[in-house]
């Protein structure tokens, strides 16, 4: 008789964990769990800030002898200029704040400034002009996001 109770204990036992399995089962399949952004998308606007940034650098300059009209406004101290000059080579649907700084200074914000309504992709470009090191950052999102 003892036999007897001890196989239905591990029949009791099986029963509740195939019913815990289940019931765990079906609790995971109910919950939504969002996908993670595409990381193409970030890599999409990312080289979208760096043919903005090599587009500015590939414009002839007007005046000058410097290699690009983005080096032109740089070393006349037109930052804005710089700046949209930089931003209007965007692809379509992409925005971007355009950050400078000079040599190792701090990063300063130029040209069309905006909030940002999504996650940020940041691009990064580095302009020798006149024995000065500019660093030309760009804080990229999706328009409309």
């Known amino acids: 008789m003892r036999d007897d109770e001890n196989a239905q204990i591990h029949i009791l036992e099986m029963l509740t964990l195939f019913w815990l399995f289940f ?3 079906a609790f995971l399949i109910t919950v939504h769990v969002p996908d993670e952004a595409s990381i193409s998308v970030d890599a999409e ?3 979208a ?4 940034i090599n587009l500015g650098l590939a414009t002839p300059a007007l005046e000058s002898d410097y290699d690009s009209r983005l080096a032109e406004l740089l070393a006349a101290g037109e930052s804005d200029a710089a700046c949209e000059l930089v931003q209007n080579y965007l692809a379509s649907g992409v925005e971007a704040n355009c950050w400078l700084a000079k040599d190792s200074g701090t990063s300063q914000p130029y040209g069309e400034v905006a909030t940002p309504g999504s996650g940020t992709v940041n691009s ?3 302009v020798v002009v006149d024995g000065h090191l500019w660093t030309i950052s760009l804080d990229l999102w999706e328009r409309g996001s």
């Open 124 to 126: 990064h470009g580095l």
């Open 23 to 25: 019931m765990t089962a």
């Open 49 to 52: 800030g760096e043919d903005a």
């Open 45 to 47: 606007m990312q080289f």
